[in-house]
């Protein structure tokens, strides 16, 4: 009698384990064309596909596979790793994809990928032309084009150097994202350490779900990744508890759909980078020209470490700046109910002049974003330590901020050296540029350690339309001097650049001591309009300047009634 040996392929509506289409897992052997094979009996059958534990299959691209998917998936289906590798061989040029489907008419519905180790094995291939930029192909490890309930879970993806690593991307037929659990080492990895990637994740649609995920970049410098995590949401995208570091972006939120980007979250996250932890983007994009771009995010219980004080020639782009969690400076559609709060923005001393070309911002709207509309925009609780320029600044350029927020925010030690294109003048802790206030805004909060070298003003105001409202407020806290300076003839508290731009204002000063900080000599009167109060508290006295008309009163409460009293108004 013969024996047969037993095969998952003998079994109907088994899964298709590889090694029974001829495939070897030793390391060594070219595996590419037994696992085509593998995928495609899966695939036809609808059946799961599986990998031996803990092997390792060499796949070999020829140049035929530049815009192409090595393993191409015809339709959605588990693919259960067992911690098996796949690793690109060396020396080989480059593929589009490892999985996946490049035709946006395959439907990979229930693509569900767990347990794999991917090699791109990227500085021994020869895909990168002399300045390293990339050479005929993408190389990404998945690339869905249509689709839902896509799972990638629980994967490792090494030594990947490309425009993107997984791809969610079908212009409105994607959807129920989930890529959690799943880590990325040694990203940008390149034989000359010149190439980077445009982002580690790219993905849209509808409820696309980031959580638990590690993205290590590869160094730091012009050759590191460019951003860890881009998303173009359009109903419901959380994206929580992911780390990593040596990116020069975390997280970008581009409101850049065919619909509004509706009830986002980024939430305790964790990132070490170069230049920003989560910038918004939002603008039109094909048919969507009206409503929101971003309409519905919390940003909340995020922590970034930002390394701003490598030198310029370290950080490609150098000319755009450095922020904690800001809007792109260039949006072209209004965002709506954006809530920023309880975010920590912790940022490297800067001991040589960093370069970036325009200001560095912080926190909030940077004052050269276009002319679109902020409506209920807050930023509240939020800490931002060593911030080199502008804090906290809600700018708009020409646009109008409608019932904003950035109050309170809590400022440790802002500082930041001078030069030419990152002007002095512009470390400030409070920065407030819009074309129009509606509605009213209130900015302000504490300031700590400052240095009267290294912040010019504690507030900036500027505003030219629409602004003449009792509901607009600038109120500081507290600002607390390591250094305080003896006079104030080259300091001003506020500081406006026209008497008919100035929206009427209220702000509160504390020095926290019994010292006393001055008597703001230059805030002349036609730096307030009528109305305006300024309190300076000390430990003993409250002194007020009122603008009534053409010049500012210094006044003096004697009782504890008065001084509630300006209190009463101020807040």
């Known amino acids: 009698m013969t024996l047969t040996k037993a095969t998952y392929s003998m079994i109907q509506g088994a899964p298709v384990n590889v090694l029974?289409?001829?495939?070897?897992?030793?390391?060594v052997t070219n595996d590419l064309a037994a696992l085509r094979l593998a995928v495609a009996a899966a695939c036809s059958q609808n059946v799961p596909l599986v990998f031996p534990k803990d092997q390792t299959f060499i796949l070999t691209p020829t140049v035929a596979d530049a815009t192409g998917a090595l393993l191409s998936f015809t339709v959605g289906i588990p693919v259960i790793g067992n911690n098996a590798t796949l690793k690109i061989a060396d020396s080989t040029p480059g593929y589009a994809t490892i999985i996946g489907n490049m035709n946006p008419a395959i439907d990979l519905t229930g693509l569900d990928i767990?347990?794999?180790?991917?090699?791109?094995?990227?500085?021994?291939?020869?895909?990168?032309?002399?300045?390293?930029?990339?050479?005929?192909?993408?190389?990404?490890?998945?690339?869905?084009?249509?689709?839902?309930?896509?799972?990638?879970?629980?994967n490792i993806i090494d030594r990947v150097s490309c425009t993107n690593s997984v791809v969610y991307n079908g212009d409105g037929n994607t959807a129920n994202c989930f890529v959690e659990n799943n880590l990325w080492k040694r990203v940008g990895k390149t034989p000359n350490g010149l190439y980077f990637d445009h982002s580690t994740l790219y993905l849209t649609g509808d409820n696309i779900n980031i959580t638990g995920n590690t993205f290590e970049g590869d160094f730091w410098g012009a050759g590191g990744t460019t951003c860890a995590i881009e998303v173009h949401p359009g109903y419901r995208c959380v994206i929580a508890?992911?780390?990593?570091?040596?990116?020069?972006?975390?997280?970008?939120?581009?409101?850049?759909?065919?619909?509004?980007?509706?009830?986002?979250?980024v939430s305790g996250n964790a990132f070490e980078t170069l230049r920003h932890g989560v910038v918004i983007f939002g603008s039109t994009?094909?048919?969507?020209?009206?409503?929101?771009?971003?309409?519905?995010?919390?940003?909340y219980g995020n922590i970034f470490r930002i390394r701003n004080a490598l030198p310029k020639d370290q950080i490609t782009g150098g000319t755009l700046g450095c922020g904690g969690i800001i809007f792109n400076y260039s949006l072209s559609l209004g965002v709506r109910d954006v809530y920023v709060h309880d975010n920590q923005c912790v940022y490297d001393?800067?001991?040589?002049?960093?370069?970036?070309?325009?200001?560095?911002?912080?926190?909030g709207i940077p004052e050269a974003s276009a002319n679109t509309t902020y409506e209920r925009v807050h930023f509240y609780n939020n800490v931002a330590v060593n911030p080199p320029g502008v804090v906290m600044c809600m700018g708009g350029g020409n646009g109008t901020l409608t019932n904003c927020l950035a109050y309170p925010i809590y400022i440790d030690n802002p500082c930041g050296i001078n030069n030419g294109s990152y002007p002095f003048a512009s470390k400030n802790a409070f920065r407030v540029l819009p074309n129009t206030i509606s509605g009213g805004i209130k900015v302000g909060g504490s300031v700590r350690n400052a240095d009267k070298d290294k912040l010019v003003r504690p507030a900036v105001l500027n505003c030219t339309t629409n602004s003449n409202t009792a509901d607009t407020k600038i109120i500081i806290d507290e600002i607390l001097w390591t250094d305080p300076p003896a006079d104030f003839t080259d300091f001003k508290l506020l500081t406006t650049y026209s008497d008919n731009s100035i929206p009427?204002?209220?702000?509160?000063?504390?020095?926290?001591?019994?010292?006393?900080i001055g008597d703001f000599g230059a805030f002349a009167s036609a730096q307030c309009k009528v109305g305006s109060v300024i309190l300076r508290k000390d430990t003993n006295t409250a002194r007020i300047y009122a603008a009534t008309g053409t010049?500012?009163?210094?006044?003096?409460?004697?009782?504890?009634?008065?001084?509630?009293?300006?209190?009463?108004?101020?807040?």
């Open 20 to 27: 029974d289409y001829g495939a070897v897992g030793d390391g």
């Open 114 to 154: 767990s347990g794999l180790v991917f090699d791109h094995n990227a500085e021994n291939t020869n895909n990168f032309t002399a300045t390293g930029a990339v050479l005929n192909s993408a190389r990404q490890t998945v690339y869905v084009k249509r689709g839902s309930m896509f799972r990638f879970c629980d």
């Open 285 to 299: 994009y094909l048919t969507h020209t009206t409503g929101y771009s971003v309409d519905g995010l919390r940003v």
């Open 551 to 571: 010049t500012t009163t210094a006044l003096t409460p004697t009782t504890t009634t008065e001084v509630a009293a300006v209190y009463s108004i101020v807040n």
């Open 241 to 265: 508890n992911n780390i990593g570091t040596k990116y020069h972006s975390a997280i970008n939120y581009a409101g850049v759909y065919e619909t509004d980007s509706v009830d986002g979250i």
């Open 349 to 363: 001393i800067e001991t040589t002049a960093s370069d970036y070309g325009v200001t560095a911002t912080a926190l």
């Open 504 to 516: 009427y204002f209220r702000a509160v000063v504390s020095n926290g001591s019994v010292q006393t």
